[in-house]
């Protein structure tokens, strides 16, 4: 199945970029760019792609607003916010209006390809410095709502490892199981703190200090 993907920026530099990198792989198609939040909303209902990128400074309506008017929708595209360490103040917004991962300009052609692949799985990648940067200093992240005391030590584990911003199969070789084993242990996660992705159990491993 092909991923359907729609790029949010404005610069125009940045959408070629992003456009020969995901247009190389099997499996992606960019359906869309446009270069503003208002263009960036109306184009997502209209085509309808499994993955936006976008960025969090554009005119007319930010990355943000943007977000937050999509994830509103009744079936929302996964939304991965492209940024700078510059943005802070907009990703923490970003997470609460319901993206599902961050990725930084300048991560490189693998990390892109891989937040995209993730997103569309209904998983999300998220850069480890971004992880430590930005949801250790969360102030006030959408609370994942389940009860912390039913994980068990292994959960645990896992969940330190997604909030330092692990993937998958970096957590399988950590703790030396299978990435099915993991994938298992995620599943479970999500069910018992009623969390939507693993963005919302980070941030609720770094609000319940879980990590340090």
């Known amino acids: 199945m092909t991923i359907r993907v729609l790029l949010a920026d404005d610069q125009e530099m940045v959408r070629t970029g992003f456009r020969l990198i995901l247009g190389a792989e099997d499996g992606i198609e960019v359906v869309g760019e446009v270069g503003n939040g208002v263009d960036a909303v109306t184009r997502a209902r209209e085509l309808r792609p499994d993955v936006v990128l976008m960025d969090i400074r554009m005119p007319q309506l930010d990355g943000l607003e943007a977000t937050t008017a999509l994830a509103a929708d009744p079936s929302p595209p996964r939304i991965v916010v492209v940024t700078t360490f510059d943005d802070d103040e907009y990703v923490y917004g970003a997470l609460r209006a319901g993206a599902c991962g961050f990725l930084l300009k300048d991560a490189g052609p693998r990390l892109l390809v891989e937040a995209v692949r993730a997103a569309a799985a209904g998983d999300a990648l998220v850069s480890p410095s971004v992880t430590v940067r930005l949801l250790e200093r969360l102030t006030a992240p959408r609370p994942a709502r389940g009860a912390g005391d039913t994980l068990s030590p292994r959960e645990l584990d ?51 200090r879980v990590v340090s």
């Open 158 to 208: 896992v969940v330190r490892s997604v909030a330092r911003g692990r993937t998958n199969n970096e957590i399988a070789a950590d703790l030396f199981v299978s990435l099915s084993t993991v994938k298992t242990h995620m599943g479970n996660i999500h069910a018992k703190l009623d969390a939507r992705n693993r963005v919302e159990v980070a941030a609720w491993a770094w609000e319940n």
